[in-house]
């Protein structure tokens, strides 16, 4: 596809490292897509993954020592996808989402568009 016909994805992302959000929200920039929701907190996230106006979540698997999964099953109840971040890959997941794209800290930026397009692709 021909970049200036690439859609733009508004992607939430759940981080609870600041320093791994701010990295992750700018390699989303460079890819071309909006870091349009940041959250730290599973409580934030909640509330975004209910409501917010985003194409695509990123969710840190772990954090601050609990699981991201029920913010997940609250985006894909919305028909909108998934994909994990963790350090622990693909086997860090239960299986009810064995299936999702997993990105594998620390980021890849190719891994990262790649997941993107493939996750929005129609």
């Not at 349009?36 to 599973?42: G, K």
């Not at 975004?48 to 772990?62: E, P, R, S």
């Not at 601050?64 to 029920?70: K, L, P, V």
Request: aromatic share 6%.
């Amino acid at each position: 596809m021909n970049p200036e016909n690439r859609r733009r994805a508004r992607v939430f992302v759940l981080e609870d490292e600041a320093l791994i959000l701010m990295l992750l929200a700018d390699l989303i920039a460079q890819a071309g897509h909006d870091c349009v929701f940041r959250a730290s907190r599973l409580e934030d996230a909640a509330g975004i993954a209910a409501t917010g106006d985003f194409d695509l979540a990123i969710l840190d698997v772990n954090v601050r020592g609990e699981t991201s999964f029920a913010i997940a099953d609250a985006v894909a109840a919305r028909g909108l996808p998934v994909i994990f971040a963790t350090g622990y890959g693909e086997r860090g997941l239960p299986q009810s989402w064995a299936k999702a794209p997993v990105l594998q800290k620390p980021f890849d930026a190719r891994a990262l568009v790649e997941t993107i397009r493939r996750v929005s692709a129609p």
